[in-house]
C-alpha cells in the first residue's frame, strides 16, 4: 500500500455539495459530490469520498480541484487523493473536469490504493 493510514483524514471543507454518485465497492461506500461550495483555498470540481461501512467518517477522499490559471499547461483540473495523513497530488488533466471520466477514473484508482482489484462497484445513483 502507498500510504501510511491513520482514522482522521484531512478532510475538505464542504460547506454544501449535492450527491451525483453513489456506489458500493466491498466494505465500502462511495459518493462523488458536484457543486462543491467550500471555503479551502481550492475551487473543487467533485469530491470522491469513500466510507468504510464500519465507520461513520471518510477513510479517503478523491478531488478534482481547479488549477489556478497559471498552472493549467498540462490541463485544467488536478487529481489529489487525501489517505489518512498523506495528500498525493496525482497530475493534471481536462478529464477530471467531467463527472464520468472523473469518477471512472477516481474508482480505479481507489481499487488500487484500498487492495479492492478484485471487486465490482455497484452503481446506488
Known amino acids: ?25 466491498d466494505n465500502f461506500s462511495v459518493v462523488v459530490l458536484g457543486d462543491v461550495q467550500s471555503n ?3 475551487n473543487y470540481k467533485y469530491i470522491m469520498a469513500f ?4 465507520e461513520t467518517d471518510p477513510l479517503m477522499y478523491i ?3 481547479e488549477n489556478p490559471p497559471n498552472q493549467r ?10 489517505y489518512g495523513e498523506d495528500e498525493r ?10 463527472l464520468e471520466q472523473f469518477t471512472e477514473y477516481g474508482i480505479q484508482l481507489a ?3 484500498l487492495q479492492l482489484t478484485e471487486e465490482e462497484p455497484i452503481r446506488l445513483m
Not at 51 to 54: F, G, K, L, M, Q
Not at 73 to 82: A, D, F, P, T
Not at 89 to 98: C, I, L, V, W, Y
Open 1 to 25: 500500500m502507498l500510504f501510511y493510514v491513520e482514522n482522521k483524514v484531512k478532510a475538505p471543507h464542504i460547506q454544501s455539495a449535492i450527491p451525483r454518485r453513489r456506489y458500493e465497492i
Open 40 to 42: 479551502d483555498p481550492v
Open 51 to 54: 466510507v468504510d461501512v464500519s
Open 63 to 65: 478531488t478534482s480541484e
Open 73 to 82: 499547461e498540462h490541463g485544467r483540473y488536478r487529481v489529489r487523493v487525501i
Open 89 to 98: 497530488d496525482m497530475g493534471s488533466d481536462e478529464f477530471p473536469g467531467d
Open 111 to 113: 481499487a488500487r490504493l
